[in-house]
């Protein structure tokens, strides 16, 4: 069995890796990933079924907090990327500290762009880049109802209110 934290690496040596796969399409998402759930699942495995290898790239702790708010994320960036890495949809995980992961896309240059089906694809970070080098970008199937900040909702209803 692999060792999910070999799929786990900073730029530098995600670059190197996906170097090795230079006859593959490389697809890259990205997002907080706070609490995994359904949604995620099935967006992941989509992305993975429109490429041969797929990064994914988790805003850090910081990051999030900037985005979600302070009491933000619930689980930590380690434990999240170490979740992501366990998937078999996903072969490698990094992480980036900027708001968007704009910088990232424009390092990694992937062939294939990916969000969820609610972002639409001229709103999706780096897809100027990807789409400048010959690239494509997806929109793809978003769960109705089913969001990390939706199920941090209904545990406060169980238990605050």
């Given at each position: 069995?692999?060792?999910n ?6 730029h ?11 006859d ?11 609490i ?10 989509e992305a ?9 790239a ?20 380690g434990?999240?990327m170490?979740v992501?890495?366990?998937?078999r949809?996903v ?5 980036f ?7 990232l ?9 990916m ?21 494509v ?8 109802n ?6 941090i909702?209904?545990?406060?209803d169980?238990f605050?209110?």
């Amino acid at each position: 069995m692999q060792n999910n934290y070999n799929r786990i690496l900073h730029h530098e040596k995600l670059k190197t890796a996906l170097s090795s796969h230079s006859d593959k399409k490389v697809g890259f998402t990205n997002g907080c990933f706070d609490i995994i759930h359904a949604g995620h699942l099935k967006y992941l495995n989509e992305a993975k079924s429109l490429c041969n290898i797929l990064v994914v790239a988790v805003n850090s702790d910081e990051s999030v907090k900037r985005l979600k708010g302070g009491k933000r994320p619930i689980v930590t960036l380690g434990e999240r990327m170490e979740v992501l890495a366990g998937l078999r949809s996903v072969d490698y995980v990094t992480w980036f500290n900027e708001d968007t992961p704009y910088n990232l896309i424009k390092f990694l240059k992937p062939d294939i762009l990916m969000k969820g089906g609610d972002w639409p694809i001229n709103k999706i970070i780096g897809s100027d880049i990807v789409l400048e080098a010959g690239g494509v970008v997806e929109s793809l199937s978003y769960k109705e109802n089913v969001s990390t900040t939706d199920i941090i909702e209904k545990i406060i209803d169980l238990f605050c209110k």
